[in-house]
């Protein structure tokens, strides 16, 4: 069975919208990136994300590894708004989230990634659908916005996968969800 990972961008004080704003994307997170997307071969993207790459992703082509990867692989986007998925190749994940996202998992191929998306992201936690959370927690503190952990995700545990603090300060740590 295929794996389901996430990679996610965090601020100190937890915020995950808008990354590129307030986080410096150097060689060392460069590597760390590549490494997911060599042991993928589908995205798994919520609506906004979807929406968001599509307008940012094609005017790359190929011109880096991430731009390639997300340009010709798979996508599967979780919507019940979207009446198009223009950014392809593209297959919509429609009706319930856990049946869906278990047929994909079941699937034959590489581990699945999810790259953003952090409220899609909440609800594979919630559904216990995620075998791997990826953070990169920047030494930031942002204030306000979105946060991938709220009232809603609790009585979640973790366990410690790997962990890594890069030149920047920013730690990448790696876990699995565990029983609680």
Do not use: C
């Not at 915020?15 to 060392?28: G, K, T, Y």
């Not at 082509?61 to 692989?73: D, E, K, R, V």
């Not at 216990?128 to 545990?157: H, N, Q, W, Y």
Request: charged content about 20%; cysteine-free; glycine content about 10%.
């Amino acid at each position: 069975m295929r794996k389901l990972f996430a990679g996610l961008a965090m601020s100190l004080d937890g915020v995950v919208h808008n990354p590129s704003a307030w986080m410096q994307f150097d060689d060392e997170i460069g590597e760390i990136m590549a490494a997911g997307l060599a042991r993928s071969d589908a995205v798994l993207l919520g609506t906004r994300t979807y929406s968001d790459f599509a307008e940012l992703w094609p005017r790359y082509g190929t011109s880096s590894p991430m731009a390639a990867f997300l340009n010709q692989t798979p996508k599967y986007v979780v919507t019940h708004t979207l009446a198009s998925l223009d950014w392809g190749p593209a297959h919509r994940v429609g009706g319930d989230l856990a049946a869906g996202v278990t047929a994909l998992k079941a699937e034959a191929g590489q581990d699945i990634i999810v790259p953003g998306s952090p409220r899609l992201v909440a609800s594979l936690m919630r559904e216990r659908l995620l075998d791997e959370l990826g953070l990169m927690i920047a030494p930031v503190v942002v204030g306000s916005g979105p946060r991938l952990f709220d009232e809603k995700l609790t009585g979640l545990g973790f366990t410690l996968v790997d962990s890594r603090a890069l030149r920047s300060g920013v730690l990448s740590i790696t876990y699995r969800p565990t029983e609680r």
